[in-house]
């Protein structure tokens, strides 16, 4: 029975959870806002406006379903449904602790498909199809602004997938798989989280999964001052609220991927063995799992705060950082891992940290240089 009935019951916790911890994501982002921008945030829905999550569920849930005249109606219904299926589908391989022992079976692994062998490129696979539902929404909705907010985030989306998934590379050659489980004992076994010896391609990551998630600063596809809401304008109530959540889902993945690829994961120093090895306990499974929380809440909180501390790019600007920043930054650190893979023994990673952070210095002296000489060489062209 346990064969069958757990794939069940981990599909409906994670399903619930991740909808119960996007609506209190929510209410946390509106007061980091508030923090930020030296405001009180939501504080009359219960105490401390916690019930303010509940209120805004009830009102998706009561607000009028508008269908404007001319759409397509079978793809505008469709389109909400298929973005928020993908964005939740993705967590199927992310392990969101190690194993729970259970009285007279086998233990539980706390992923939903568990020890899949090409855990990562599902995750990428599935996370890429998100870009349907965008553009079918907007092209479906007979909406100009719509139209133009799905063009622009097919082209956003596929132009940073590239520098996103040349951004992993380094780490598989490091871990030698592409199952997150292996990637996370991997980086316990060594006591080097893969940030050290990965800083370019982490930083080519975060951007591109910024980028991915269509958040600030790189919410061009919904960009109000030019789109009024882009690809949902003429969406409202629960379809809506749909595009909404796979937002969010969206981040909640990416800050998961940043630290189970860059930070360790459940591991932490101090904390053998219980965040070390493969030692299945009740504490040890406890202990795992707050700590790999404690990292992805972390990760979502700089999230939230880049959102309300940089301005929106232009599109011209967006567009340029994908292919003439990140993908050659995310080919330098290819070329750099690849050379340290052929040339360095399998367990120097002190020399393999140095090269890689001097990797970073070369790149910010040579952007340096390229930023102080555009004054000089437009003066010259105007003299």
Avoid at 341 to 347: C, G, T
């Amino acid at each position: 029975m346990q064969d069958w009935l757990e794939p069940l019951i981990k599909i409906a916790i994670v399903i619930g959870a991740l909808q119960g911890a996007v609506s209190y994501l929510i209410l946390i982002e509106r007061k980091v806002a508030a923090y930020i921008q030296d405001r009180l945030g939501p504080n009359r829905v219960g105490p401390y406006g916690l019930l303010q999550p509940i209120a805004d569920g009830l009102k998706f849930v009561l607000k009028e379903e508008v269908i404007p005249a001319g759409v397509d109606r079978a793809v505008f219904l469709i389109a909400p449904v298929s973005i928020l299926a993908t964005a939740t589908v993705a967590f199927a391989t992310v392990p969101f602790g190690y194993f729970v022992p259970w009285p007279g079976a086998k233990p539980i692994a706390l992923t939903v498909a568990p020890n899949m062998d090409i855990g990562l490129l599902f995750v990428f696979a599935v996370g890429s199809l998100g870009v349907y539902g965008v553009v079918l929404g907007g092209w479906s909705s007979n909406n100009k602004y719509s139209m133009l907010g799905g063009l622009r985030s097919s082209a956003q989306l596929v132009s940073y997938e590239i520098p996103l998934g040349l951004s992993v590379i380094g780490v598989l050659l490091l871990s030698g798989s592409l199952r997150m489980e292996t990637i996370i004992e991997q980086q316990a076994r060594t006591g080097w989280w893969w940030i050290a010896l990965q800083p370019l391609g982490f930083m080519v990551f975060l951007v591109s999964a910024f980028a991915e998630s269509a958040r600030l600063p790189f919410d061009l596809p919904e960009c109000e001052q030019e789109l009024i809401g882009g690809y949902h304008t003429e969406y409202t109530a629960m379809k809506f609220g749909m595009f909404a959540l796979s937002e969010y889902q969206h981040m909640i993945l990416a800050a998961f991927l940043a630290v189970i690829l860059y930070f360790g994961g459940w591991h932490f120093w101090g904390l053998a063995p219980w965040t070390e090895g493969s030692e299945v306990g009740l504490i040890g499974a406890l202990v795992r799992i707050a700590v790999l929380s404690l990292k992805v809440l972390a990760m979502i909180f700089f999230f939230m705060w880049t959102r309300w501390s940089w301005p929106r790019f232009r599109y011209d600007q967006l567009m340029d950082l994908a292919w003439k920043a990140m993908i050659p930054l995310g080919l330098i650190n290819l070329v750099v891992s690849g050379i340290c893979e052929e040339f360095l023994p399998k367990d120097d990673y002190a020399t393999r940290c140095i090269l890689s952070w001097l990797t970073v210095a070369g790149c910010v002296v040579f952007a340096a240089m390229s930023v102080t000489s555009k004054p000089v060489t437009r003066a010259i062209a105007k003299s």
